[in-house]
């Protein structure tokens, strides 16, 4: 994809989104899937969207219809789960009539990426359950406190669109501090020995907004020039609003690059307060670096 591609696929995303965010805040209580991607039901605002992604009917096999049908389950095998303690965790992509999803494409490496945040976003795992057939993905985690997290799971059904399907679940436990999600003062960090510094083109909503992450080791400030790929790309990024409604898709402008600067594009649906997380591969390590910005 050229970058002109990638900045239009980006600009649909968000845009459906943005449609989809509001619908999803107003789905009935027994609606089990909460779907951040594309939901079910259209407001105006998402039935926009739908039109200009038809405008743009050249775009490959991103087509809206297939992920609408789409439903994911999320649940505990051994029905609950404890903080500290070795959980599997199932996610079954069915149809809305019920029926498994088996076809998934490859998307970054992997067929269904799941994120995983609590309450107040201090808790991110992004991880990669494997298939077992059926429409269902299995993978194992342990949650460090009781409460609310939030899973998402990314993929991409063959001929349909990336969608990003989300549930709240509850975790056995005591509760860690409800800290509040606190714009950055300085986007500057240090992580595993790097100093990461991230710059932001825009921080105003719905502007094409270009991500540009410096990452320099922390003791000598050299830039490094050697990043490894991290998920077939040079890095990866996760993007969620404050109260984890709204989940961005990042993609690199430069999947190739190897650093020191690695950037991405992405756009902002609304104000607020947005966590990014920035993934990123050297010397064999993943280095998971958090940032949280004030959209205007
Ligand atoms: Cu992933």
């Avoid at 239009?8 to 609606?31: H, I, R």
């Avoid at 498994?100 to 494409?105: A, L, M, T, W």
């Amino acid at each position: 994809m050229n970058k002109k591609m990638m900045i239009l696929s980006t600009l649909l995303t968000f845009s459906l989104l943005a449609g989809c965010g509001n619908a999803n805040e107003n789905a009935p209580a027994n609606e089990n899937n909460h779907t951040s991607g594309h939901g079910a039901s259209h407001d105006q605002a998402g039935n926009q969207a739908e039109n200009q992604a038809d405008n743009h009917g050249g775009h490959g096999a991103e087509q809206i219809p297939v992920s609408d049908n789409l439903k994911a389950s999320f649940a505990f095998a051994s029905g609950s789960a404890k903080a500290n303690e070795e959980t599997e965790i199932t996610v079954q992509i069915t149809n809305k009539d019920g029926s498994p999803v088996n076809d998934f494409e490859v998307n970054h490496e992997k067929l269904l990426h799941l994120i995983i945040v609590n309450h107040d976003l201090s808790y991110f795992a992004h991880i990669h359950p494997d298939f077992k057939g059926d429409g269902k993905f299995t993978i194992n985690n342990a949650f460090p406190a009781g409460g609310k997290y939030k899973m998402f799971a990314d993929f991409k059904p063959v001929g349909g669109s990336t969608t990003t399907l989300s549930e709240w679940m509850d975790v056995e436990g005591k509760e860690g501090e409800h800290a509040a999600v606190t714009p950055d003062s300085k986007l500057v960090k240090e992580v595993n020995d790097k100093e990461i510094e991230l710059a932001l083109t825009s921080t105003k909503a719905k502007e094409d907004v270009t991500l540009t992450f410096d990452i320099r080791d922390a003791k000598t400030k050299q830039g490094i020039n050697n990043l490894e790929p991290y998920l077939g790309a040079v890095g990866h990024v996760v993007i969620l609003s404050e109260d984890a409604g709204q989940y961005l898709h990042v993609h690199p402008l430069d999947e190739k690059a190897t650093g020191p600067k690695a950037q991405f594009a992405t756009s902002f649906p609304k104000s607020g307060t947005y966590k990014i997380w920035g993934q990123f591969q050297h010397r064999g390590e993943v280095i998971t670096v958090p940032f949280v910005v004030e959209v205007k």
